[in-house]
């Protein structure tokens, strides 16, 4: 028998909530409250970082499907923000599988519960998890420590029956959604994100599914959110398609002929010039295995295909709205963010295909480089060691680092080569370079 202490909260602790479903919020606040705990409760995940260092938490508890952000986007910006970088996140989410949650503690989270959950296992999850930060507050060993508790506690609900609710309201945490047609989708009632805001560069999205019935019917539901849809029938038509029409997201099944999903990831991910796009596997084989092999080979994302439509488009829109957010956070004129979250093809691209005008500069580790850009064409580009197209050469390698693009005015110089022409040279030599590399690996 648990030990009740366990449920006993201290008055001083404050604990912050993060979901956008408001029934399941003032649900989980009521119950905080309850047990003693001082609560602060958002259902806007894009105000996390502020209402966090306001806050001044001892444990944020923050859902992982959200719209605008979801919870990783949460944990990456109060990772990022010196102010809130120290607040212990635990997800809280519907997702059981096992991959998800190697995923969740690998991103950084301290813990992960799964919905639904009765009063009893929240307090006491979280009752242990602010035991285990509290003893581990003299320094030392508190890594450690930390994960070690995180990794024993991981498993309590995960492995449990469906539970009965024991307290009142508390079946709303156990509510599914269900699936929808297509021709039910659509307007505020179905909770629905909103794809209107993107810009046209960002609505074209490819589907790889053998079965016509559901490959029709993917065309049919993401067409009804205004998005532009190229259908393949296998792998290597969808292969041949993402070189022609570019598309800011692959959505493909495993199991197709000639070339499988997990194939057509593989080469994606091989080639520079189309490398950086996202790709989200829909699949009706949802096992861990399977679910491995495809993060393991770079998706994005594994759904699966008796998962709610609403689950499908929340998913599909927080991928493009973290291309579409890039230019968000200084105005038109101005935007800032990770190399990483986009790649350096992705982002010259979206430079060209804005049109924009301007200075893009980069910087990843001490080395720096800027990228002017007039109309969408790069004129002038200047690194430590290059000038010019070889300077641009220089930087489509890299992955990590940050970017921040200022609109100015821009000579009216020549274009130093035709973009395309620039970006598809410059991912050649990027190939040769990674095929010399593999092959001295391999020697």
């Known amino acids: 028998m648990e030990d009740q202490s366990d449920a006993a909260a201290d008055t001083t602790q404050t604990i912050v909530v993060i979901d956008d479903e408001a029934p399941v919020r003032e649900l989980i606040e009521r119950l905080l409250s309850e047990a003693g705990y001082r609560v602060v409760a958002t259902g806007e ?37 010196p102010r809130t970088a120290s607040y212990p996140v635990v997800f809280l989410t519907a997702h059981r599988e096992f991959t998800e949650r190697v995923r969740a503690f690998r991103s950084g989270a301290l813990d992960y519960i799964a919905k639904p959950f009765t009063r009893e296992i929240l307090l006491r999850r979280v009752a242990k998890l602010l035991r ?8 030392g060993g508190e890594t450690a420590r930390l994960g070690a508790a995180a990794a024993r506690m991981a498993g309590e609900t995960q492995s449990a029956p469906a539970l009965v609710a024991q307290t009142a309201g508390a079946e709303e945490l156990q509510a599914e959604d269900s699936a929808q047609e297509p021709a039910e989708l659509g307007g505020e009632s179905s909770g629905v994100p909103d794809f209107s805001a993107f810009p046209d560069i960002l609505r074209t999205v490819l589907v790889a599914e053998d079965n016509e019935a559901f490959r029709g019917f993917l065309v049919r539901l993401l067409s009804q959110q205004g998005l532009r849809v190229v259908a393949a029938r296998d792998g290597e038509e969808a292969l041949r398609l993402a070189f022609t029409e570019r598309p800011w997201l692959i959505i493909t099944d495993t199991k197709m002929p000639r070339v499988d999903g997990y194939e057509l990831c593989q080469r994606v991910r091989a080639h ?10 829909l699949s009706r ?44 956070r200084g105005g038109d004129d101005h935007m800032r963010g ?9 982002l010259l691209q979206m430079c060209h295909m804005t049109r924009l005008t301007g200075l893009l500069s980069l910087q990843s580790g001490s080395r720096l480089v800027e990228i002017r850009f007039r109309q969408g064409e790069i004129v002038a580009a200047e690194s430590e060691g290059a000038n010019g197209v070889e300077a641009v050469y220089d930087v489509l390698g890299w992955t990590r680092g940050y970017f921040e693009f200022a609109a100015l005015v821009v000579d009216e110089l020549p274009a130093l080569d035709a973009f395309a022409h620039v970006l598809l040279e410059g991912c050649r030599r990027l190939d040769e370079r990674r095929h010399v590399a593999d092959e001295a690996a391999t020697r």
């Open 45 to 81: 995940p894009e105000t996390a970082v502020n209402v966090v260092a306001e806050a001044r938490p001892d444990l944020v508890l923050c859902d992982v499907v959200m719209p605008i952000l979801d919870g990783y986007d949460v944990l990456r910006q109060l990772q990022a923000d």
């Open 285 to 328: 084989w949802d096992d861990y295995q399977s679910r491995y092999k495809a993060f393991d080979l770079g998706a994005d994302e594994y759904i699966s295909k008796s998962a709610p439509v609403r689950e499908l488009l929340m998913r599909v829109h927080l991928i493009l709205r973290r291309y579409a957010g890039m230019g968000q």
């Open 132 to 139: 285990a930060l509290a003893s581990g507050s003299d320094g």
């Open 272 to 281: 520079s010039l189309i490398g950086h796009t996202p790709i989200v596997f």
């Open 338 to 346: 990770g190399i990483g979250a986009i790649g350096m093809v992705g």
